[in-house]
């Protein structure tokens, strides 16, 4: 302790996280780096295999994805009318030129001062392998890939191979995975869906598994150069997202200890890490991923259970609005654009939404160059003026217009064979702090484990939501009961997520939130603490390198050997006997 208080934070950080490599994994993109470091990579989160039984690219989501229905089409007019007069803009069906409301104009070098705006397009990915390289599952690229897009100049290797030379690459993963154009025999996955493990009938819990392991192990070889042969000598620090169940959990924990070969591991659940990440102790924490919004209260540095809520939508479900919003304007170039079908139209509605999108009030329009990719041949630019810019992000408050049902989570089914995988120790005694209420324990008189009903880290599949952001966090806010503790949250809201950085979103969350407080509560008052730049999108990560650097004690982390001999029952179809017990040790750590 003597040198924790006489030693400078990064001294600390430099020292104690050279061995600490921090995941923090997403449906959308996966944050690794090594606690020393100041950012991780911010990698996306897919693979892209080849295969010989399909001619051309193919993306195992589809198959999941359902066609908007026409009532749909119709909630989501009305929701664009619910909106229009919340920012002065005409209805869906006027025309724009004739009214009176006022049209802002936008600046074409982009709006948001956290994106770096770049016109140039993106290129294919070169899927083959060099002529002289016989390792074949670990060249996929050279070049780094952060949260910003890459430069097409460095993208991809112009040299072409001849063709009795050309062997496809086994797999790619990250954003070249992305780039892969529709006519290369690919078969592109995301292990990762809507906050659980993407498992259906088209995809494998096996297969699940192995692409993660397959991504991770090539950014650990690839980015941090960490071999293999070396990593019995780092521990892993896991920042799973509230929307994790029990058992995705600890099947990603035997991927880190056992196929990965991580000497140790750690779990910490996201909403704590991002109140650490930002230097507070309590808070409202709302994080917006890409494809679910995640809320949870913490007091004190300790999560309260009760309060965790999960919303279907997310910065994708926003990109597909602004889709949406600019063909119902007109203003969409002519072309097809694939949002399910093709990886890269996605990457660049989210592009364009990232750099124009803000929340405002009036007409809102920019001038902007789209381009269209078709099979191999380059992109096509098309100067276009984009309209209702401010539309999409406010989908968040009125989430009919995302309709998150057209890309629904994976189907659950798999979960119900396992609900009992740990009978044999429902009877153990498990301690319990003194200063912790009974509604902490529900079911400790029954014989059955404390962490049965805990939803933080459930057993059980959590409903998700279906109302706005606002009368989320207002509802997550009030049921803690107590109105000191209320008022001290309504105060502390704490937006994360790469969707937190869209310009104007903390002014019209404190509008929208003070509304949706029911007027016989005693709260006036609602303020979204601010962060600086991309550090909203970093908090859990960060968190999760802070909370692993000062653990001194590692009472909570599970030793590789103890993974694999206690917490697997030899000769049984149940595995991880300990598994309540090692999740029970992590939370009570985290709540300590």
């Known amino acids: 302790m003597d040198y924790l208080k006489s030693a400078l934070p990064s001294q600390i950080m430099s020292e104690r996280g050279s061995n600490l490599v921090v995941i923090n994994p997403g449906s959308a993109n996966v944050r690794i780096g090594l606690a020393s470091q100041d950012t991780p990579f911010n990698i996306p989160h897919c693979i892209a295999r080849h295969t010989e039984q399909i001619p051309n690219f193919t993306v195992i989501d589809k198959m999941l994805n359902s066609t908007v229905t026409t009532q749909q089409h119709i909630d989501r007019e ?16 006027e025309e724009g030129p004739s009214n009176s409301f006022p049209r802002k104009m936008g600046r074409v070098d982009g709006h948001n001062p956290h994106i770096i705006r770049k016109d140039l397009p993106f290129t294919w990915t070169n899927v083959y392998e060099e002529a002289t390289n016989s390792s074949v599952s670990l060249e996929t690229s050279s070049k780094d890939e952060t949260d ?34 529709p006519t290369e025999p690919y078969c592109f996955c995301r292990p990762i869906r809507r906050g659980h493990l993407n498992i259906s009938q088209h995809y494998s819990m096996q297969q699940v598994l192995d692409d993660l392991h397959t991504i991770w192990d090539w950014i650990l070889i690839e980015k941090l150069h960490i071999p293999r042969n070396e990593r019995n000598m780092y521990s892993a620090v896991l920042v799973m997202p509230e929307t994790f169940d029990n058992r995705e959990i600890k099947e990603i924990l035997s991927l880190v200890l056992r196929e990965l070969c991580f000497g140790s591991a750690v779990v910490h659940q996201e909403g704590l890490a991002a109140v650490f990440g930002n230097g507070l102790s309590t808070a409202c924490v709302v994080n917006i991923g890409a494809q679910v919004t995640s809320l949870i209260c913490i007091e004190d540095g300790g999560a309260l259970p009760s309060t965790g809520k999960t919303l279907p939508f997310g910065g994708e479900d926003i990109s597909r609005a602004f889709l949406w919003t600019q ?22 509605l989210n592009q364009l939404k990232e750099t124009y999108c803000e929340v405002k009030e009036g007409e809102f329009d920019a001038v902007a160059v789209v381009h269209s990719y078709e099979n191999k041949v380059p992109a096509g630019p098309h100067k276009t003026r984009l309209s209702a810019l401010n539309v999409p992000p406010m989908g968040l408050f009125c989430p009919m217009l995302l309709t998150p049902d057209a890309y629904p989570p994976p189907p659950r089914t798999w979960f119900h064979d396992y609900e009992d995988m740990l009978e044999d120790t429902w009877h153990i005694d498990f301690s319990r702090r003194a200063d912790m209420s009974d509604t902490f324990y529900p079911n400790v008189n029954g014989g059955l484990p404390m962490w049965e009903s805990y939803p933080v880290f459930s057993t059980k599949p ?58 016989n509560e005693a709260i006036d008052t609602v303020e979204v603490l601010q962060s600086k730049g991309k550090s909203r999108r970093l908090c859990p990560w960060k968190g999760g390198a802070i909370l692993g650097v000062l653990d001194l004690g590692r009472d909570a982390w599970i030793s590789r050997e103890d993974w694999i001999h206690n917490g697997v029952h030899v000769g049984s179809n149940r595995k991880y006997k300990d598994s309540y017990y090692l999740q029970a040790q992590a939370m009570c750590y985290m709540n300590s």
């Open 327 to 348: 063909r119902q304007r007109q203003t969409w170039p002519p072309i097809h654009s694939d949002v399910f079908g093709k990886p890269i139209d996605l990457l660049v």
């Open 78 to 93: 009305k929701a664009y009318d619910v909106i229009a007069p919340l920012l002065k803009i005409p209805f869906l069906d």
């Open 148 to 181: 910003e897009f890459l430069d097409p100049k460095e993208g991809t290797d112009s040299k072409e191979p001849n063709a009795s030379e050309r062997k496809f690459k086994e797999f790619i993963c990250g954003e070249e995975a992305l780039r892969i154009s």
């Open 462 to 519: 959590k409903k998700e939501e279906k109302v706005g952001l606002a009368e989320a966090i207002t509802n997550c806010i009030l049921s803690t009961g107590r109105i000191d503790i209320q008022r001290k949250l309504f105060c502390s809201i704490q937006l994360t997520g790469g969707v937190a950085l869209t310009s104007g979103l903390i002014a019209a969350v404190e509008e929208r939130v003070l509304h949706a407080i029911p007027p």
